[in-house]
Structure formats: C-alpha cells, structure tokens
C-alpha cells in the first residue's frame, strides 16, 4: 500500500527489503451493539441570547460624528439621474456636478419606447461630456445606462474597476 502512495506522489523508490504491510497495526472492528465512546468536548461554550450581545449601531449618532471627526464630510459621490416628466436631463446641473468630482449615472431605461427621444438625450450627454473632456461609458449593450466619471475618478478600461484618484487632479 505504502509503496503505491510513494510512486503516485513521486516519491523515491522503497528499499526491496523493507517490509511495508506489517508496520501497520489492525484495529480491532466493535462488535454490532457495542456503544461507541465519544470524548466530552474540550471547552464549554456559552451561548447568549441576542439582546445580552454588544453591538454597534453604525446609524447612531454617536458614531456619525465620531466618523465625521476621522474621515471628516465626503466631497464626491455617486449621482443616479433619469429623465424628468418631460422627458428632460439637467444636463446643467450634471455638468457641475461632474466637474465638482461627482460620478454620474445616467438612467434611459424609461425611454425604451421612445428610440428618438433616447438617442437625442444620448447625444445631448456625449456633447456635455465631451465638452467638459470626460468619456462616457455605456453600461450595458443597448447603451440606456450612461456612466461618466467625474473629475478626478479613473477608470481602469482593462479590469473595468472604478474609482480613485487621478494623478492629474
């Protein structure tokens, strides 16, 4: 048996006059009916109820200002727009926004009936982007989900991850 294990991990040969099958000691097989001894664990472990257990309520005040006073307020942020009633971007206030360092995301699902309408407010944030020297990015293959980085982000267009500072801000 050993001699099988040693040549299928490679292992250097066995001498031939080593005797492998009696260096292993037969344990004796329990009869049927003969309980089987299992140890006592080593430890005993307490549980507590949930109520009794410490946590930390991020969302507590306490700890947003403790954030506050570490990290201080965020300046960037991530900005999801669709279009108004009227079928309307405030491609002026994106505009500042972006150049404030703000990620946007552009939303045209809702215009999925209407090619025209989307492919006008398509062109109108490609000329906004474009004018400020952003790229926009398409998220998906029917180009109704716009992405546009802000000043200051980077997009790595190899591995897709976003995020980051840009060495140019």
Not at 75 to 102: F, K, N, V
Not at 112 to 120: G, I, L, T, Y
Request: proline residues 7%; negative net charge; aromatic residues 6%.
């Amino acid at each position: 048996m050993r001699r099988r294990l040693y040549n299928l991990f490679g292992l250097p040969e066995l001498p031939e006059g080593e005797m492998v099958e009696d260096e292993f000691d037969v344990e004796p097989i329990l009869e049927e009916g003969e309980p089987i001894h299992i140890p006592k664990p080593v430890r005993i472990t307490e549980r507590k109820p949930v109520r009794e257990l410490k946590f930390h309520d991020l969302g507590a005040k306490r700890w947003l200002e403790w954030t506050a006073t570490q990290q201080g307020l965020p300046s960037r942020g991530l900005r999801y727009i669709r279009p108004d009633q009227m079928h309307r971007l405030p491609l002026e206030a994106i505009s500042t926004r972006l150049h404030q360092g703000d990620i946007c995301i552009i939303d045209l699902s809702s215009l999925a009936h209407m090619d025209s309408q989307r492919s006008a407010l398509a062109r109108q944030v490609q000329d906004m982007a474009n004018y400020g020297g952003l790229p926009v990015f398409a998220l998906d293959t029917s180009d109704r989900l716009l992405l546009i980085p802000g000043r200051g982000s980077r997009i790595d267009t190899e591995t897709h991850e976003l995020g980051g500072n840009s060495i140019l801000d």
